[in-house]
């Protein structure tokens, strides 16, 4: 496995971050379908991707036949947040990646979202990767702080990248130069 870390937030709560097990599929699509209707930060909304559980198990094991991390974080046996960094397989974006991080709503501002990233930026530089990308709702003032702590930067903005409910809403590209 190549994360599986044990961390003890500042309340004393135990915090287990570790890779995807094909195990956590039913975890996964409750847990995806919670926090698409947590916030509007997302590209997807409540209920998630609609995935049945064969599909979501048949998506990690694929995930692992690759070269990104899909990582988990557990308290107690509550998955409370996820991350993934998706490595191309085209010869010519190989050196590029791109990342996603969500928390459950009820844990923000614990530290877990921290804990996350550095396991990311810290697998990221062990492999030839080159850059981090993602895209973030501009007014996404959390996310983009937790970005900028870990030294991404802005590098443009998607005018009208996603539409809500009939309203539009720019978002910035975001790069980490490893
Ligand atoms: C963005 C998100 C992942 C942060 O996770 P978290 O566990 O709450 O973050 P942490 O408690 O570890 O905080 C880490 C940093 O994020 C920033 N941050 C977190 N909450 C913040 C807030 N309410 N306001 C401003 N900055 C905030 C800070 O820089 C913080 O560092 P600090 O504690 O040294 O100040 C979480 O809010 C979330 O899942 N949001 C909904 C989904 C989402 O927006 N995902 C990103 C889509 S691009």
Same mark, same amino acid.
Do not use: C, P, Q
């Given at each position: 496995?190549?994360?599986?870390?044990?961390?003890?937030?500042?309340?004393?709560?135990?915090?287990?971050?570790?890779?995807?097990?094909?195990?956590?599929?039913?975890?996964?699509?409750?847990?995806?379908?919670?926090?698409?209707?947590?916030?509007?930060?997302?590209?997807?909304?409540?209920?998630?991707?609609?995935?049945?559980?064969?599909?979501?198990?048949?998506i990690?094991?694929n995930y692992?036949?690759g070269n990104g991390l899909w990582?988990?974080?557990?308290?107690?046996?509550?998955?409370?947040?996820?991350s993934n960094l998706d490595v191309s397989s085209?010869?010519?974006l190989?050196?590029t990646s791109s990342l996603g991080?969500?928390? &459950?709503? /009820?844990? %923000? @501002?614990?530290? =877990?979202?921290?804990?996350?990233? +550095?396991?990311m930026?810290?697998?990221?530089?062990?492999?030839?990767l080159?850059?981090i990308t993602l895209?973030?709702?501009?007014?996404?003032?959390?996310?983009?702080? &937790?970005? /900028?702590? %870990? @030294?991404?930067? =802005?590098?443009?903005?998607?005018? +009208?990248?996603?539409?809500?409910?009939?309203?539009?809403?720019?978002?910035?590209?975001?790069?980490?130069?490893?």
């Amino acid at each position: 496995m190549k994360v599986n870390d044990e961390y003890i937030l500042d309340d004393k709560t135990k915090v287990i971050i570790r890779e995807v097990e094909t195990s956590d599929a039913f975890s996964l699509v409750d847990y995806i379908a919670k926090v698409g209707g947590e916030s509007d930060n997302l590209t997807f909304g409540s209920g998630g991707f609609g995935l049945t559980i064969n599909k979501e198990v048949e998506i990690i094991e694929n995930y692992k036949k690759g070269n990104g991390l899909w990582i988990v974080a557990f308290i107690n046996d509550e998955l409370v947040g996820n991350s993934n960094l998706d490595v191309s397989s085209r010869e010519r974006l190989k050196h590029t990646s791109s990342l996603g991080i969500t928390v &459950l709503k /009820k844990y %923000w @501002g614990n530290g =877990i979202g921290n804990l996350m990233m +550095k396991t990311m930026v810290n697998y990221a530089k062990t492999t030839r990767l080159e850059i981090i990308t993602l895209s973030v709702r501009t007014d996404n003032f959390a996310a983009i702080n &937790l970005y /900028k702590k %870990w @030294g991404f930067e =802005i590098i443009g903005t998607y005018k +009208k990248n996603l539409k809500i409910d009939e309203r539009y809403f720019d978002t910035y590209i975001m790069h980490r130069y490893l």
